[in-house]
Every structure is written in structure tokens, then in C-alpha cells.
């Protein structure tokens, strides 16, 4: 038993080809990966550019004091979803509340936007607009199967409302 013991502590790395080849840092590719010089702290005195000015709202982390000098704003926070993104803001981005709420906002705001188009009097192409049309093409199985589950999850919440309401009304 003791010799089994023994054998297994012997240090095996020795015989395996390559082992412990960047323990020697002159035979490290990779040595030195840098020269220090000292201009790393000159890189930090350069002239910062001018504060863009907002002309809508600009959503921030709350993890900062202000916006960034420049920033982008094609689609300003409007509507349901716009109210969602400003509570998500609310969070730090380190919060899960934080993304799952700009998560949300992403999918309400895809409802407005069609919401958007029947107002302007543009008739979405859904199908195309989401794939779906290449999505039957080449994942037809896929497709089915989606349909299905959501199928059975709308069947499934309908029946509860409407359960819930009879339990409601014999009260």
C-alpha cells in the first residue's frame, strides 16, 4: 500500500515533452511584453473633446455623474417603453433588475413600433420583417415546435383567467 501511495507523488511532470517551457522567462515568446518607458501616465493629459449638448433625453447609468462628452440618440426613450428604460436606469447595470427591464422595454417598444406603423397606415409584412418566412424554409421543425409551446402557453393563460374569473363571480 505504501508504495501505491508513493508512486503517486512522484512529480511525473518532468517526462512530459514541453512541460514547464515558460518557466524560464528569457524562453518565454512573450517576455518582456513590455518595455516600460513611464508614458503611461502622459497619455492621460490630452485635450478632451467638447460636451455634446442633448437635444432630447439621454439616459444614463446612474453609476456615473453625467452623460458622456458624445453620445448617440436615434431613438429618445418615448412611450411605455421609454417609461420602462428610465426605471431601468434607476438600477446599477451590475443589477439584473437593470437589463431584464431594458430587456422588457426592447420587446414593448417592437409593440409600439407596429402600433406605430397601422397609425401611419403602413401595413407591417410581420412574417418577413421577423424571418419567419427563411425560418420555414429551413427550420421548418423549429417553427412547429414554437408555435406549439406558444400555443399551449396562450391555452394555458387563457384558462386560468378564465377559471380565476368564475372563482371570482361564485364569491
Request: hydrophobic letters at 35%; glycine letters at 8%.
Amino acid at each position: 500500500m505504501e508504495n501505491l501511495a508513493d508512486s503517486l507523488l512522484v512529480d511525473k511532470s518532468k517526462t512530459i515533452e514541453g512541460w514547464g517551457v515558460d518557466a524560464d522567462p528569457s524562453n518565454n515568446p512573450t517576455y518582456p511584453m513590455k518595455h516600460y518607458t513611464g508614458a503611461d501616465h502622459q497619455r492621460l493629459a490630452y485635450e478632451r473633446s467638447k460636451q455634446q449638448m442633448p437635444r432630447e433625453e439621454v439616459l444614463h447609468s446612474n453609476e456615473r455623474p453625467g452623460i458622456t462628452r458624445v453620445f448617440g440618440t436615434s431613438s429618445p426613450p418615448s412611450g411605455l417603453s421609454g417609461q420602462l428604460r428610465r426605471y431601468a436606469f434607476r438600477f446599477s447595470e451590475g443589477s439584473s433588475a437593470h437589463w431584464l427591464t431594458l430587456l422588457a422595454a426592447d420587446r414593448v417598444n417592437v409593440v409600439e413600433g407596429i402600433f406605430d406603423d397601422l397609425r401611419r397606415g403602413h401595413i407591417p409584412n410581420i412574417f418577413k420583417e421577423r424571418g419567419w418566412n427563411a425560418e420555414w424554409r429551413y427550420n421548418r421543425k423549429g417553427v412547429i415546435q414554437k408555435a406549439a409551446v406558444g400555443a399551449v402557453l396562450a391555452t394555458a393563460a387563457v384558462t386560468f383567467l378564465i377559471l380565476r374569473n368564475r372563482r371570482k363571480k361564485s364569491v
